[in-house]
């Protein structure tokens, strides 16, 4: 059973304060591991595909990478806007229908 | 180019009512999902859609059903709701041919049953 452990469950950080979010996966053959940003009252919004171990993508202030076993969203410099829930979930190899299993989130707030 | 689109935003129903829950995509995508978001258990797909006019269960289908009847719509039925399908509801779409894509999300419907 493919499963998405994503730590920790909330991080309170200060502007300009940089941290990682973690996500720790067991599935069995990796199609793809993706980031997403949850807004209160809104939909996830995608932010990274990740597709093999030792890629990394970036985005602004968010930095994706991923090994074998874990993915980090790097957060650098933090600003108050990017107070969110960012998901975490990864798609296996042989699921015809892009399945997706999610993490939990992790709650992240970004004091001024 | 409104991306998906959830209707209603809210709804308050009582215990055995039904409601449909419609989802819409202007994107020309395949597939589409239907997930619930509920505290503590992260989002779980309850039905999905790999085409017009065909659906399968996804991981909590019970006490839920589904139509796909035209390729840009997705509907989400609860023919007797009970209190434990209170939830947030989020459809999803994805373009096929790409077996890696993302899936594109709608703003949600918070659902009470009382």
């Known amino acids: 059973e493919d499963q998405v452990t994503q730590s920790p469950e909330a991080l309170r950080l200060q502007e300009g304060e940089s941290s990682s979010l973690n996500c720790s996966y067991t599935?069995?053959?990796?199609?793809?591991l993706f980031w997403y940003r949850q807004d209160p009252g809104k939909g996830p919004e995608f932010l990274f595909t990740?597709?093999?171990a030792g890629e990394e993508k970036e985005k602004e202030r968010l930095k994706a990478t991923l090994t074998k076993k874990e993915s980090f969203l790097h957060i650098t410099a933090p600003k108050p806007e990017d107070s969110a829930t960012y998901l975490c979930?990864?798609?296996?190899?042989?699921?015809?229908?892009?399945?997706?299993?999610f993490g939990q989130g992790t709650i992240l707030t970004v004091h001024p | 180019n409104a991306g998906v689109t959830q209707t209603p935003k809210f709804r308050v129903l009582k215990t055995g009512q039904s409601m449909t829950l419609l989802c819409a995509q202007d994107?020309?995508?395949?597939?589409m999902y239907w997930y619930r978001q509920d505290p503590g258990m992260g989002l779980r797909l309850i039905h999905y859609?790999?085409?017009?006019?065909?659906?399968a269960k996804g991981e909590v289908p019970d006490g839920y059903n589904v139509s796909r009847l035209k390729k840009q719509n997705f509907l989400l039925g609860l023919e007797s709701a009970a209190p434990s399908q209170t939830s947030v509801y989020f459809c999803?779409?994805?373009?096929?041919?790409?077996?890696?894509?993302?899936?594109?999300f709608g703003p949600g419907t918070r659902l009470t049953v009382t």
């Open positions: 599935v069995s053959g990796l199609r793809g």
């Open positions: 999803a779409s994805r373009k096929v041919g790409l077996s890696r894509s993302e899936q594109y």
């Open positions: 979930a990864v798609q296996a190899g042989g699921t015809s229908y892009g399945k997706l299993t």
């Open positions: 990740l597709y093999s």
């Open positions: 859609s790999v085409g017009e006019g065909t659906t």
């Open positions: 994107m020309n995508h395949e597939y």
